[in-house]
């Protein structure tokens, strides 16, 4: 079971990035996909999750309106549009799975990838 996140990069504040993550190994039609980050020297942070037999998606309060979550069922990758970035959007970002109703909490992320640099500059 694999989730590889890609798509990270350097852009100037206001501007768009696009994270992917694909799932591989397994179907993970019954799990919930999420994106969390992690700031220097903070806690790994929820952003965003969809569950992926539903679409049903829900956010994080900081980038509710700017970030859209979904997921492309025969790709069987999970996507993260991320508009209008600010500094403080500046973290590794990570995906993972979850098999619980509505998981925020790392702690109910069964399956990892590995993260992805997202720099805003100001």
């Known amino acids: 079971v694999q989730l590889q996140a890609s798509g990270g990069g350097l852009v100037q504040a206001g501007g768009s990035l696009r994270l992917s993550c694909a799932a591989s190994?397994?179907?993970?039609?019954?799990?919930?996909m999420g994106w969390f980050r992690q700031a220097p020297g903070k806690e790994r942070e929820f952003v965003a999750a969809?569950?992926?037999?539903?679409?049903?998606?829900y956010y994080a309060d900081s980038v509710k309106g700017r970030f859209t979550i979904s997921r492309d069922n025969a790709k069987n990758t999970v996507f993260l549009q991320m508009n209008s970035l600010k500094p403080e959007d500046t973290a590794v970002y990570y995906c993972a799975a979850s098999r619980s109703v509505y998981p925020r909490g790392p702690s109910e992320y069964d399956v990892w990838g590995q993260g992805t640099q997202v720099t805003v500059s100001s």
């Open positions: 190994g397994r179907t993970f039609s019954s799990y919930v």
């Open positions: 969809i569950n992926w037999r539903s679409g049903t998606t």
